[in-house]
Each structure stands twice: as structure tokens, then as C-alpha cells.
């Protein structure tokens, strides 16, 4: 299993391209059992929906 930390990068990786079955695998067992990770893969989701929803009410920048 992956540290906290390896796995906070994979999940940041995993919005940017598509993860292995290996990693999914891998992480979706990280997660079963880290409230943190949960807590920061919930933030980052957050983000993500903030931001494009701040760049369509914005899109002429």
C-alpha cells in the first residue's frame, strides 16, 4: 500500500489522465480505510467544481 502522501498525488493524477486498473484498485483499498485521504480527495473534488464554475462565469479570460 502507498503512503498518504503517494496516494494525495495519485488522486490529483487521476483528474489530469485516466488511472490504471492497478491504481484504482489501489486506491479505492487506501481510501476504505483513511478518513484524510477521503477528507482531501472530497477538497479536491470541491476545487475542481469551484473553479469551472468560476471559469464559465468568467470565460472571457
Known sequence: MLSCR????????GFERPLTLGERLGLRMHLLFCKGCRATLRHFK????????????????
Do not use: K
Open 6 to 13: 503517494e496516494e494525495t498525488e495519485l488522486m490529483s493524477q
Open 46 to 61: 470541491f476545487l475542481r467544481t469551484a473553479t469551472r464554475a468560476w471559469r464559465d462565469q468568467h470565460h472571457d479570460f
